[in-house]
């Protein structure tokens, strides 16, 4: 079943950094789950690291990775993450807005 894929300590690890979450708040936002390209993010980070996150989400099975041929982009799979872990996307939104309230930012 997809969704089975998914490990708690993988997805927490990939979770841990800022800019990655920041990437799945936004994701998890945008209710048509589209596909997005890596640049398309606002990432105050070089392009090594932002490859390094974007492949992190991937390898956690949060994302998945779409191949344009000269370019790659992502897409949330949101439906894998909502089987598996009910409510995390919501609860990632959630914190954020709360860290932003009270200007408790990572």
Same mark, same amino acid.
């Given at each position: 079943m997809p969704g089975d894929d998914l490990d708690l300590g993988?997805?927490?690890?990939?979770?841990?950094? #800022? $800019?990655?979450r920041a990437v799945m708040i936004e994701l998890a936002a945008d209710r048509t789950d589209g596909e997005r390209t890596c640049h398309s993010f606002n990432l105050p980070v070089s392009?090594?690291?932002?490859? $390094? $996150?974007f492949r992190t989400l991937c390898d956690a099975g949060l994302l998945c990775e779409v191949d344009y041929g000269n370019k790659k982009g992502v897409r949330l799979r949101r439906? #894998?993450?909502?089987?598996?872990f009910p409510g995390l996307l919501d609860l990632l939104a959630a914190e954020s807005s709360?860290?932003?309230?009270?200007?408790q930012e990572d």
């Open positions: 993988t997805v927490l690890r990939a979770l841990a950094d #800022a $800019h990655r392009k090594q690291t932002r490859t $390094h $996150h439906a #894998a993450i909502d089987r598996r709360r860290s932003t309230r009270f200007g």
